[in-house]
């Protein structure tokens, strides 16, 4: 019939871009990026299969240190985040007054907008030796020589904390603002007390928000290359510069790809744990907002 | 060749599968050139996948649609000359009201001077003349549905289609719109094909009324036809408020039966619908409560005799509603029975507990078999 | 309003909030004050307030409306971001259409494939393009000695770059708002006479417009500031953002970078501000 034509033409003609744009520039780059993953270079020009590129970061600790590293600081940072960001998504959506709500949300996302660099040029005007907090500090007469602020992991995770509790508190605020407030007064009703009601009720129900959240601030802080290099300066060691390294500076495009490829499955690893763990789907949180 | 009608709709034979599950079931009917025929039944019997089919937005699996005497089937709903208005009436939010009426034209092709003449019309005739520059949002409920009808009723269509439009309103509004719907159709004199599952929305404004249930239509009738003379146990159970008692046949003579209920009571009923009960077959009694006669006890019981049944009882519980006050009294059985009884606020009304004769007439226990 | 817990808890919640709301302005306010410090270098004391960074032609305070490689950046900025942007809308536009009113199999596995994107590390994106792109390249000159120009690291590959995650977005604020069309609207526009291109043309497309809208500037204001991906994929035609990168990394931090600074977040700002006002709906009286 010619409907059911119809039908199947507009349904290919929509399919077209959608599979033209994941295929070309997601599913094949990636495919390609573990392809040239897995050549060895045997000489000038001349390369092998096999999986020395994945041996030598192996060997090499500086490398899977850097690794874990970048997971665990990853981790922290998120937690921090959450524990940071829930109360502030939880005043937003359930405390404050309808007309300030409208505008805190819209200050929560203010910051989203501005660039990595320009937040992180703020923190360094703030943080450095010569910066406002010292200067500030050393004029209030509480400290005598300007002190460093920068350039140590106490600066990354703040400034990796600034820079992604953004993406926890909005998807926070908006599962929270789906919540019946019945809810919390039923609990209450029924004789529970504010632990337990927020342990019973409020955070139960924000489950796929905090899943959601937790797995875009993870994913952004594990990618993220600014902030760590710019706050924590050349040592840092954020496993993102090792990339950078090993295809600007050493040139060494295979063994770049086979980092890429393993921070990529590092991450994805820790999602599924994680998804696994609190016994959510990527379908039912990130996909939902 | 056209066929000459009178009929501005008719349906032959329609039928629709979805998979397994049959949504219409050979239904055939016709309706007269400007009369108002609404479609009754109870959620998912298959009125709204009939609706779409007459709109044109499903393809019935066989059988015949005519408006006006031609067939539309594979005509596509932008090409027919039947009009509907929505459930939530689906009025476009991002025009106000006069381009959403004079949308319909727009596509039509109609030029600036008939639009606007057409539109200022049809605004008069819903008495709504101001209103032309309002954004829908500026709108009341009721000032909505008129919106939503003018919208169709600007393109002359031959049919007016209209799936449950008043079920959003609150009550009072509700019943304010059935006498303003019943007028509009006068006013337009065209046929409207009206869809509801709420009994008292279709017998107030139908002249002619479908009972549909399970994809099929049961019974055809004027809203007194089917609410004195249902042919179907079902349509004298749907249609009105009823007791009803299941039964079986102890005795069987021309046109009557006495009847055993499960509960142990007898009484004599008239049979209707098709098939005639025989002794031993089970069978199904209604009563309305109008027809239910309460009095107090007093020393001289009554009797049941050839043409009234009677049965006495204690009343549980008034549910008083003005004129339309209701007793349910318990029988010895246990049974409730609801009766409307007329409460004055003397002395002599019925109170709880009371010993009370129930009487009705034999001819209005419709007893249907099976 | 949900029940409220006694007050001095309440208080020391509102002076936690308030600390949250300094701590997110602080390094705004820090990047954006020195903008108009009439210093050479961007820190206390505060030596007066100026604008010389922004509009003076000459050095040592050459402002940045007369610094040729940082309105250049802001050039290839803007172009980027206007083109990633409409690409991205398209797409997105489409993918909404196809996820909202198709039934096809494996759906559920194709939208997690468009969410994908979103959550993988902007570094890896940048380098896979790149190592794709360069292989393809490479080969066309060996094989077919064909100079396939567009595909070495240059405004193609950074558009390519931004729209391979920036479609994620602008799609998931489409289908979100396509998901709350009453299709019964179409339904009763098709009933009213209308074509079926018509009734695109008139009713659905105008209801998605205000999220189009929003979806394309976000989409402009994320190509704008994006950093990761864009730094693998970047030729000779640098944006905004690398410039001022390398800016800060090679000749160290001067006020010329807090007045591109508060230019850029007035800048967003605003944008922010009017995609929140085109997608609201119109108030309900």
Known sequence: MMQNDIKRLSLFLLFAPFALWIILLIVLPHLGMFYISLQ????????????ANYINFFNEPIYWNTLIRTGSMSMLVTVLALLLGF??????????????????????????????????????????????????????????????????????????????????????????????????????????????????????????????????????????????????????????????????????????????????????????????????????????? | MQSITENDLECIQIQKHFGSVRAVDNVSFEIPKGSFFSILGPSGCGKTTLMRMIAGFEQPSSGDIRIKGNSVIGTPPNRRNVKMVFQHLALFPMMNVYENIAYGLRCAGASKDVIRTKVHDVLERISLPDVANREITQLSGGQKQRIAIARCMVLDPDVLLLDEPLGALDLKLREAMKIELKLLQHQFDTTFVYITHDQSEALVMSDN????????????????????????????????????????????????????????????????GSGAPGVGDTVSAFVRPEFITAEKTTGQPKVADQTHNVISGKIDSILFNGANSRALVRDRAGELIEADVVLTGGTQDLKPKDDVTLSWSCEQTMSFKG | MAIKPNT?????????????????????????????????????????????????????????????????????????ASFVSLLSVFVGTCNAFLFVRCRFPAKDFFYIMMVVPLVIPGVILGISILLLASNIANGAEESLSLDLDFLRPGIVLVVLGQFSFITTITSLVIIARLRKFDQSMEEAAYNLGASRARVLRTITLPFLFPAMAAAGIVAFLVSFENFNTTLFLVGSEAPLTITMYDRMVKVGSTPVLNAVSFFLMVGSALLALVSILVQRDKPQT
């Not at chain 2, 099929?216 to 749907?238: C, S």
């Open chain 3, 8 to 80: 001095a808890f309440l208080t020391s919640y509102r002076i936690y909030v308030a600390a949250f709301f300094v701590f997110l302005a602080a390094p705004l306010v820090a990047a954006g004050m020195f903008a108009f410090n009439d210093s050479v270098f961007p820190s206390l004391p505060w030596q007066g307030f100026t604008l010389d960074w922004f509009f003076n032609d000459s050095e040592p305070k050459l402002g940045m409306f007369h610094d040729r490689r940082l309105l250049r950046g802001l050039y290839y900025s803007f172009v980027i």
């Open chain 1, 87 to 289: 109360p502030i998504a939880y005043y937003i959506a359930k405390i404050a007054g309808n007309r300030t709500r409208g505008a805190l949300f819209l200050m929560c996302l203010i910051p989203l907008w501005v660039s990595d660099l320009i937040r992180a040029f703020g923190w360094i005007l703030l943080l450095r030796e010569t910066g406002i907090i010292s200067s500030s500090l050393q004029w209030a007469g509480l400290i005598n020589t300007p002190i460093e602020f920068l350039y140590n992991d106490a600066a990354v995770i703040m400034g990796l904390v600034y820079t992604v509790i953004l993406f926890m508190i909005v998807p926070l605020v908006s599962t929270l603002d789906g919540m019946d407030n019945s809810m919390i007064e039923a609990g209450y009703n029924l004789g529970g007390n504010g632990p337990t009601v927020l342990r019973r009720i409020i955070i139960p129900y924000a489950m796929p928000g905090i899943v959601s959240g937790c797995i875009v601030v993870f994913m952004l802080t594990a990618g993220s290359y600014l902030t760590p290099i710019l706050l924590g300066g050349k040592n840092s060691s954020w496993f993102t510069e090792q990339i950078y390294d090993q295809f600007i500076t050493r040139y060494n495009w295979e063994s770049g790809a086979a980092f890429g490829f393993l921070l990529l499955a590092f991450t994805s690893l820790v999602i599924w744990g994680g998804l696994k763990l609190s016994g959510q789907t990527l379908n039912s949180t990130v996909a939902r907002s």
């Open chain 2, 209 to 272: 009324v479908a009972i549909m249930n399970e994809g099929k239509f049961v019974q055809i009738g004027t809203p007194q036809e089917l609410y004195h003379n249902p042919t179907a146990a079902f349509v004298a159970g749907f249609v009105g408020d009823t007791n009803r008692w299941a039964g079986r046949v102890i005795r069987a003579e021309n046109g009557t039966v006495e009847v055993e209920t499960e509960a142990g009571l007898t009484m004599r009923g008239s049979v209707r």
């Open chain 1, 40 to 51: 060895e270079k045997v000489g000038p020009r001349v390369y092998e299969f096999g999986l």
